[in-house]
């Protein structure tokens, strides 16, 4: 790995400790779904189902990482990663959700490990980022309470085969987009629209990462780091108003609130119980559960990409956001927009890392995912150039620096993604990457963001402009 030179500029200087990644998912890079084993998960399942997946994608092949993985672990290496966090499908470890694990699977991800150990580059392990074996899925899925059981033994089963290498170690990804875009939007996998269980969902995966962070505990090294990974909404009011703040203050308990209170704080927030009151009176919540999912972590991944303002009005259904759709209207923000549609708004990433840097004091923060898709292609001298995404990581990065400034204590920023790849529900038309998939030869092409960010890391703090 290259050694750190100094920035050029100390003022874009990071510390020299800081964690430089990228990040991945299973499913959305692997390919090889029914290959050693493999058996479907919600989203094999979904992504078949004619009309839920943009062009009919599907993961089945994606960008072959599975059979490609010592390719990517030296694009990561001539990038200068420190750190690379992936996620390990549950299918192909325990296939039924239950019972022993499969060598094939596990072997996979051990030799993943030892290439990234090889390389330098620090494994950071996601064990859920949405793909639910799909017999799970139809003993219940997350509204079922015994799937977070059956999550606590799959994590034991990982940890078992991995924890004596893997220092870093996520319980879940985006918690809210399983619960809630899963099983009330109905927009991922597994495509229910059913409000009242999203919630029981959102219970259920606070109470599998809980049990999971007591199995990893008891399985990996002393000095194993466990942390979450949550997409926090940077929640704005349209106006000073009451009825805007009013609206705000009930997509923050949705979409924050519901996940930072029980697992940092122990309990559920009072205004997020009254306001769902229509649906559940949270019963599912047993005697316990709140000790169990407030067991201390390490730290917490944010992944963030754009701000959410929100306004006293009305949202069509199904929705994401229970018992909201006629209290609160979602505007979309001004500014340019990545190919997402999103827009591109650095100061969201601030505005959570000072929020958090005063709610939750002493947890070590990582900006777990950051990033933004832009219809890129390869030119004919074979070159990708991608000067918006290079402003955007810039624009996100000196975020991070100010609120470092202010007192955040940032550890890390993981960039979202390594490799272009399956877009949920987008399919492949959405390029997160800083390297080019083509997904017809599956030949890899670093991007100009990706030479961008190896300086970036090199230097160890933002190049002039
Ligand atoms: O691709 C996803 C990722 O799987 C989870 N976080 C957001 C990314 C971009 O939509």
């Known amino acids: 790995m290259t050694a750190p030179r100094a920035a050029t500029d100390s003022r874009a200087a990071f510390p020299p400790a800081f964690r430089w990644g990228a990040a991945t998912a299973a499913y959305q890079i692997e390919g090889a779904a029914d290959e050693d084993g493999r058996t479907p998960s919600i989203w094999d399942t979904f992504s078949r189902t004619p009309g839920k997946v943009r062009n009919g994608d599907t993961g089945d092949i994606a960008a072959d990482h599975y059979h490609r993985m010592r390719e990517d672990v030296a ?25 022993p694990a499969l060598q094939k699977g596990l072997d996979f991800y051990r030799a993943l490990v030892d290439e990234l150990l090889a390389a330098g580059i620090r494994p950071v392990l996601t064990l859920y980022h949405w793909d639910l074996p799909q017999e799970l899925e139809d003993a219940g899925g997350w509204p079922a309470r015994d799937t977070a059981y059956r999550f606590a033994e799959y994590a034991g089963l990982v940890a078992e085969a991995l924890g004596d290498r893997v220092p870093t170690w996520t319980t879940l990804n985006e ?3 399983a619960a809630f875009l ?26 599998a990462h809980g049990l999971a962070v007591g199995v990893l505990r008891e399985l990996t090294r002393p000095s194993s780091e466990v ?16 009825a805007d ?3 705000a203050r009930r997509v923050d308990a949705l979409a924050n609130r519901v996940f930072l209170d029980p697992v940092f704080h122990g309990r559920y927030p009072r205004d997020l119980i009254s306001d769902t009151a229509p649906l559940t009176d949270w019963s599912f919540v047993e005697d316990g559960d709140l000790r169990i999912v407030s067991r201390p972590v390490d730290g917490l991944g944010i992944n963030y990409y754009t701000p959410t303002v929100v306004g006293a009005g009305s949202h069509p259904l199904p929705s994401p956001w229970p018992a909201a759709h006629d209290h609160v ?50 030119d004919p001298a074979g070159a990708v150039h991608d000067p918006e995404r290079i402003a955007y990581l810039r624009a996100h990065l000196e975020a991070v620096q100010r609120a470092m400034a202010a007192g955040a204590d940032v550890r890390g920023y993981f960039l979202w993604s390594l490799l272009d790849n399956f877009e949920w529900a987008h399919g492949y038309g959405k390029r997160f990457g800083l390297v080019h998939v083509d997904y017809a030869t599956q030949r890899r092409t670093p991007k100009d963001s990706a030479s961008w960010y190896a300086d970036v890391v090199a230097r160890g703090g933002l190049p002039p402009k």
């Open 245 to 247: 703040a009013e609206a």
């Open 227 to 242: 942390l979450l990974s949550l997409n926090l909404a940077a929640v704005r009011p349209l106006s000073g108003g009451r």
């Open 75 to 99: 694009l990561m290496a001539g990038l200068g990663l420190t750190d690379y966090r992936f996620s390990v499908s549950w299918p192909r470890v325990q296939p039924t959700g239950r019972g």
């Open 329 to 378: 209207g979602f505007v979309p923000a001004p500014g340019p927009r990545t190919a997402m549609d999103w827009p591109v708004d650095a100061g969201g990433l601030y505005e959570l890392l000072v929020r958090l840097r005063d709610e939750l004091p002493g947890t070590p923060l990582l900006v777990t995912e950051n990033g933004a898709a832009y219809d890129d292609y390869a």
């Open 182 to 207: 899963g099983y009330a939007e109905g927009v991922h996998a597994p495509g229910r629209t059913e409000p009242e269980a999203a919630l029981r969902a959102a219970h259920h995966l606070n109470l």
């Open 175 to 177: 918690p809210w987009c």
